[in-house]
């Protein structure tokens, strides 16, 4: 994979894609509830969107099992 094929979402994006606030996604994050998987980089958490693609269809796989 090359560099330019990794695509970070913060948590403000992140937010808008779970439909949630970002103030949730960070609460959840310090709580240690099931997130996507994520990065720190320097003070920001950044979500990788393949990872979070491949979170949402366990998400949706286990409901339909």
Known sequence: M???DIKLLTVPELAEILHMTAAT???????????PPSIKVGHRRLFPE??????????IDSIES
């Open 25 to 35: 996604i960070r609460n959840r994050l310090s709580r240690g509830e099931p997130m």
């Open 2 to 4: 090359h560099q330019k």
């Open 50 to 59: 393949r990872e979070l693609n491949d979170w949402i269809m366990s998400k």
